[in-house]
């Protein structure tokens, strides 16, 4: 009896001692998202020679927390589109040509976080971005070109949390694979690539993604 008394003194102080982010969940230091989504130039030469003004587009994205709720973000993104040539009269010229896009971005997000399991997380932020592109001729390669323009990001989206659909499966993952919480997210973003304002091509758009966010 004495015996038991003196190891539950002994734990109840050890606890007591202990740094409460030990007695918590994990500590989520980082983040990343799968997204798609349409990329919707805003220039009226684009949806002539594309035919619909807009581009399938694919997406990385990488975050890290620099303190609560405001994280350094990296995205990397891909989409492509056929067009056709358009002669000066307006007529098609019977040429074809692939565009390929690969945006980049780096920034910060801050997101509206109040509490734990907060069910919807509204975020925003923004940043710089260089967008190289890439246009070849189906017939003549010779006649190919490709370059890169700088530009900056905004944007704003809603995050909804899905480990309270599943709490058990939530906790297997954070278990098994340091997972935290994982949200499905819509995102609005608009993303100017024109060397901020130089002539030449102008790719500035708004894009709507939605994706899948891992927390670890």
Not at 23 to 35: M, V
Request: some cysteine; glycine content about 12%.
């Amino acid at each position: 009896m004495r015996t038991a008394l003196v190891l539950s003194t002994i734990l109840a102080v050890c606890l007591a001692v202990l740094p409460q982010d030990a007695l918590a969940d994990s500590p989520i230091n980082f983040s990343s998202s799968l997204r798609v989504g349409f990329m919707l130039p805003e220039t009226e030469e684009f949806e002539e020679v594309y035919d619909q003004n807009y581009i399938f587009i694919y997406g990385l994205n990488f975050g890290w927390k620099i303190v609560k709720d405001l994280e350094l973000v990296g995205e990397a993104a891909y989409g492509f589109k056929d067009g056709k040539g358009i002669a000066e009269s307006g007529e098609e010229t019977g040429e074809e040509y692939r565009l390929h896009v690969v945006p980049a971005m780096l920034g910060v997000l801050y997101r509206l976080k109040f509490y734990e399991n907060q069910p919807v997380v509204p975020y925003l932020g923004g940043g710089g971005n260089y967008t190289y592109y890439y246009e070849g001729r189906k017939e003549d390669s010779e006649q190919d070109i490709d370059g890169g323009k700088w530009g900056y990001d905004g944007f704003a989206g809603l995050e909804i949390l899905l480990d309270n659909m599943d709490k058990r499966a939530a906790g297997a993952m954070e278990t098994e694979f340091g997972i935290n919480n994982v949200y499905l997210f819509y995102e609005f973003r608009y993303q100017t690539m024109d060397d901020f304002e130089d002539e030449g091509l102008d790719l500035t758009s708004t894009i709507h993604y939605m994706g899948l966010l891992f927390e670890y």
